[in-house]
Nanobody, 128 residues
Framework: QVQLVESGGGLVQAGGSLRLSCAAS????????MGWFRQAPGKEREFVAA????????YYADSVKGRFTISRDSDKNTVYLQMNILNPEDTAVYYCARSPVVDYSGSYDYQRKDFNYWGQGTQVTVSS
């Protein structure tokens, strides 16, 4: 089993920043990829960003490119999502997830189906 615990959500004004954290514990592996997804009310859960097992490759949804940055600290088993220039459309519950799919080339297209463990989510609300 893998446990993922998100933190760092909250209320922020448009144009502001937040940093989400996800602490992983349990049966984790050094080859795990990690990702962030979000789900707004009445919408499907959507991919936001992912990072490869070694931190070399990062993947972003077009809607967050240039504004969000994913990173990981393998020593702490923690993955981060730095979110800048937030806008009301970023309002959602953000979920951390783990994927056993290893990408050695940086060209893999991570999908929701590739992630098999999920955190409980943290609410991010951006006011206009």
């Amino acid at each position: 089993q893998v446990q993922l615990v998100e933190s760092g959500g909250g209320l922020v004004q448009a144009g502001g920043s937040l940093r989400l954290s996800c602490a992983a514990s349990g049966r984790t592996f050094s080859t795990d990829a990690m990702g962030w997804f979000r789900q707004a009310p009445g919408k499907e859960r959507e991919f936001v960003a992912a990072i490869s097992w070694n931190g070399v490759f990062t993947y972003y949804a077009d809607s967050v490119k240039g504004r969000f940055t994913i990173s990981r600290d393998s020593d702490k088993n923690t993955v981060y999502l730095q979110m800048n220039i937030l806008n009301p459309e970023d309002t959602a519950v953000y979920y951390c997830a783990r994927s056993p799919v290893v990408d050695y080339s940086g060209s893999y297209d991570y999908q929701r189906k590739d992630f098999n463990y999920w955190g409980q989510g943290t609410q991010v609300t951006v006011s206009s």
